[in-house]
């Protein structure tokens, strides 16, 4: 398909050399370019404005507390997120989203895809199964966090109850109020909430494989291993490849679990980068907020087009 | 707690439907005569309870003035202020908006405000408003921005069967919290002596208890309680009388609160107590209503706030009320409405049925639900002005918006000795010397 394409193009750039432009074409090219302007002009006026504008904050001292003194400060407000003055957490916060971030994906894909292995054959009450695995992920992020926040709570959550019962443990643990363990009960209830994603997806593309393919490697005597490896996951490879990414992107923005479960607390053990910015927009303090916001787009962007390169999903 | 938020939200947004319909129906009755005057008020403390309230009193109010048409705007709980502070900054279409002590400053700095003081000047109920109505009418001191229509106070709510099985007398001091918390407290049964707070806002508690042991004395202003008298922004977090209630607060959590109360708020507090996780809470009057429904009787009660080593108890006049916007097209309207919602009769009515204390002196003699029964306590306090004193931060500076967002991180570090006394004191004392620097004198 990618050869055809290319080839088509050269031949229309020599054609394109050898023809004046004609008073016919140049109208076709103007009915073109005026077909193609709500596309343009749509993600202009509605994306990247309003990214740009808000972006702009992020070099001023825009705080909505007092909007008559609003004005252009550089670079302070990253220097202030930077800083390693006394009280300032964002180091830790970083740490916390590479955490928040590497281990909820990790463990949403290997469970994902072992969900997705099991239901590639098709066997009796698939549907119903198939509707359990995905529901929690047609349940709001908020929602998701207000019931694990109730079941880790230490007094008279639910989990400590039932590992009091299997004698895992003697006293209540304050899963949420221990900074030790707060950012990890957070992605507990992250992983839980991810994994249907990965199953729809993989399960969709597993479908898709020819089975030809496992056919003639049966023939050859290949083990269920060596199918995994050589049919299996070089089939769905892009699949894979893109819905990592897209998990990636999302987890990174999404702080909707850690906001309803921790707040980011205590003392910021559970912050991560996007549920911060969100507590800078409730303390008015817009410029602050815009720079974090700022961050993320570089980190993303930044991200994104390593691991594509690294993978060569671009080829 | 959250359920309940959510179910309230739910139910809002259907009495919002029915209510749009019927206002929609009555403004077109009305505009068959003369020109209907349109008047849109925004509450943010939204709960279907209240705004049924409301209602009733802007009922009373078209019925007598079949011109005006009050519209009632009630954005979800959950992130009202925000909304509000959109629906400002576009500059139209709002004529009432609900101001609280956290939100008063910034309205006001950012000339949202109309100043309300001509009009309370010829108000003929203005003799009867009580001191802390007086107090924070002129909160701000280059006008009235605001017209209260209730306080939250803090009283301490105890278990008193508890108290009676382990021979214990009922809590005065905050010593006395400590003491009878401790014996209170036993970790295997998941009971514990008090309901602390080190969640979001926990940081207030913290600074009651060092004006109960300062006194207001040695304080500037009550509305700036953080700056000393002729101190030139020094700052209380300076004085030794702070670091030992400091230690205090931080031996109250150790050894009388539950661990994971670090991490409680107003949702989860009240949940303890009320649930039967701890024995003491200290909160406003709203959670009187919740006690009643959900505690049996005889097994609580409501006592006045506990007094400090200085001999008296300090809490903040927690309070909110209603604002005229700058932009409102309809001032005399929004005006005369203010004042018939804030008259003696109608605020009363609206304090019992949203347990808030009232702003009139007479309320008492109004509805004996002021001066029997739990809300008795207040009325008691009030009797004490020598004991029971007012202060609270200075929510009038600009940095106190970045200050609420820190502050409770920073209180969490130092219990779990992430940092110690003398570091958290120092980032208290820095932060606000600073913001007096900045932005002067603001009370």
Known sequence: ?315 | MMKKAYLWVGLLATLALVGCGANKDQGEMKKEGTDVVEINMVESLTSPERTKILEEIVAKYEAEHPTVNINIISPPLENADAKITQMLMNGKDVDIVEVRDSTIAQYATNGWLEDLDSYIEKWDEKETLTASAEEVIHYLKDGAYMLPYGFYQRGLYYRTDWFKDKGLEAPKTWEDIYQSGMALTDASKSQFGYSFRGGKSGYQYADTIYWSWIGTDKIESANAAYFLKDGNGETIFSLPETKEALHFYKDLFKNASPTDSIAWSFAEMVQGFVGGNTAMLIQDPEVIAICQSDMEEGTWDLLPFPIGPSGQGVFPNGFAGWGMTSFSENKEVVADFLLFLSNSENNTYFAENYSTIPIHSNAGEKSSYFSEGYFGVYLEMAKQPEVYRHAAYPQMYEAFATYKTEVDTMYQKYLTDEITDDELLKWLDDFWKTAYETEGKKW
């Open chain 1, 1 to 315: 398909m990618v050869t055809k394409g290319k080839t088509i193009s050269l031949m229309d750039g020599e054609n394109k050399k050898k023809a004046k432009p004609s008073k016919l074409r140049r109208r076709r090219d103007r009915f073109i370019f005026f077909m193609l302007l709500p596309a343009i002009l749509f993600p202009l006026i509605f994306t990247y404005y309003p990214m740009v504008k808000g972006s702009m904050m992020a070099f001023q001292s825009y705080n909505l507390m007092n909007i008559k003194n609003i004005k252009w400060v550089g670079f302070d407000n990253f220097k202030a997120l930077f800083s390693t003055q006394m009280g300032n957490s964002f180091y830790r916060i970083l740490g916390n989203t590479l955490k928040w971030v590497l281990i909820s994906v990790l463990s949403q894909f290997v469970i994902g895809f072992g969900l997705a292995l099991l239901l590639k054959k098709r066997f009796k009450g698939l549907g119903l199964y198939q509707a359990l695995i995905f529901f929690p992920w047609a349940v709001s992020g908020f929602i998701i966090g207000i019931m694990w926040r109730w079941m880790f709570n230490g007094t008279s959550g639910v989990i400590n109850d039932i590992l009091i019962r299997l004698h895992l443990i003697k006293e209540p643990v304050g899963w949420l109020a221990d900074k030790s363990t707060s950012l990890y009960s957070a992605i507990i209830a992250n992983i839980w909430y991810g994994i249907p994603f990965f199953t729809i997806m993989i399960v969709a593309a597993l479908r898709g494989v020819s089975k030809d393919l496992y056919e003639a490697a049966n023939v050859d005597g290949a083990t269920s291993i060596q199918k995994f490896f050589y049919i299996t996951v070089p089939s769905i490879k892009s699949v894979l490849l893109l819905t990592l990414l897209l998990r990636i992107i999302w987890i990174f923005n999404f702080p909707d679990l850690i906001y309803s479960m921790t707040e980011g607390g205590p003392a910021d053990s559970s912050n991560i980068i996007t549920s911060y910015m969100m507590q800078l927009v409730q303390s008015l303090d817009y410029g602050m907020a815009s720079a974090v916001g700022v961050l993320c787009i570089l980190f993303l962007a930044v991200f994104s087009s390593i691991y594509l390169s690294l993978t060569r999903y671009v080829d």
